[in-house]
C-alpha cells in the first residue's frame, strides 16, 4: 500500500551542490509529475512525464533535470542548486497518460529543501 | 490560458461556524475538470472532489459541499460545522479535456480554533 514514495524527506544542501530527488510509484501509473511548493504561489509544475522515455518541461523547469527511465520511478535532478530552489518538492502520479478525462493525482509526502 | 484564483490567502474561524473557501477560474476550453485537495500540517495533499464542466450539480459529502456555477466561473467549497482537523490549506485546481497539466491555485490556509 506503498502508493508513491519520495526520498529524502529533508535535505539540506550547499549552493552549487547537486542531487537527485527520488520518486517511485507502485500504482502502474503511467503520468508522473513534480511540483514544488512555495508560500503563496501554490504548486507549480516542473518536469512531467507521460511515460517511460517522454518527458517534458512544466511552468518552471529551470535548473531541474529528470529521466524516465522505468514506469515507476522519476527521479528529478539538480544540477548546481541555488538558494531560490529552496522549496518544498511533491512527486505525483497519474493513472492516464494525459489528464484530460480529470484523473486526479496521487501525491508523495514530500522532500523539504534547504539551499545554503 | 487557464487560471486559478484563491484570494483568500488565510481564513481562521471558530469550530462549529461554518467557512466557505473562494475558488475562480479562467480557461477557454469548453470541456474542462475543476478539483479540492488537501494539505493537513502533515503535507501529504489528498484529493477531495473532481467535477467535470458539463455537471453544474452541487455536491454534497457529509460535511462538505461543492457549489459549481458556470455563469461566474466559480467552484467554491464550504464546510459545515467546522471542526479541528479541518485546519489545513486547500487548493482548487483545473485541467483541460487534452491538458497534461493541472492549474493549482496558490490555496487558502483554514484555521479551526477550539
Known amino acids: 500500500n506503498a502508493g508513491v514514495t519520495q526520498t529524502p524527506k529533508f535535505q539540506v544542501l550547499k549552493t552549487g551542490q547537486s542531487m537527485t530527488l527520488q520518486c517511485a510509484q507502485d500504482m502502474n501509473h503511467e503520468y508522473m509529475s513534480w511540483y514544488r511548493q512555495d508560500p503563496g504561489m501554490g504548486l507549480r509544475l516542473i518536469h512531467y512525464s507521460v511515460g517511460a522515455g517522454i518527458t517534458d518541461q512544466g511552468e518552471v523547469p529551470n535548473g531541474y533535470n529528470v529521466s524516465r527511465s522505468t514506469t515507476e520511478d522519476f527521479p528529478l535532478r539538480l544540477l548546481s542548486a541555488a538558494p531560490s530552489q529552496t522549496s518544498v518538492y511533491f512527486c505525483?502520479?497519474?493513472?492516464?497518460?494525459?489528464?484530460?478525462?480529470?484523473?486526479?493525482?496521487?501525491f508523495g509526502s514530500g522532500t523539504q529543501l534547504s539551499v545554503l | 490560458a487557464q487560471k486559478v484564483t484563491q484570494a483568500q490567502t488565510e481564513i481562521s474561524v471558530v469550530e462549529k461556524e461554518d467557512v466557505t473557501l473562494d475558488c475562480v477560474y479562467e480557461t477557454r476550453d469548453t470541456t474542462y475538470y475543476l478539483f479540492w485537495y488537501k494539505q493537513p500540517p502533515s503535507g501529504e495533499l489528498v484529493f477531495l472532489i473532481r467535477?467535470?464542466?458539463?455537471?453544474?450539480q452541487n455536491e454534497i459529502s457529509g460535511r462538505y459541499s461543492w457549489n459549481f456555477q458556470k455563469s461566474t466561473s466559480s467552484f467554491n467549497f464550504t464546510i459545515t460545522a467546522s471542526q479541528v482537523v479541518d485546519s489545513a490549506v486547500y487548493f482548487c485546481a483545473l485541467t483541460g479535456s487534452s491538458a497534461s497539466k493541472i492549474i493549482f491555485g496558490s490555496g487558502t490556509r483554514l484555521s479551526i480554533r477550539p
Open positions: 467535477r467535470n464542466s458539463f455537471d453544474e
Open positions: 505525483a502520479s497519474s493513472t492516464g497518460r494525459v489528464l484530460g478525462m480529470g484523473e486526479k493525482l496521487f
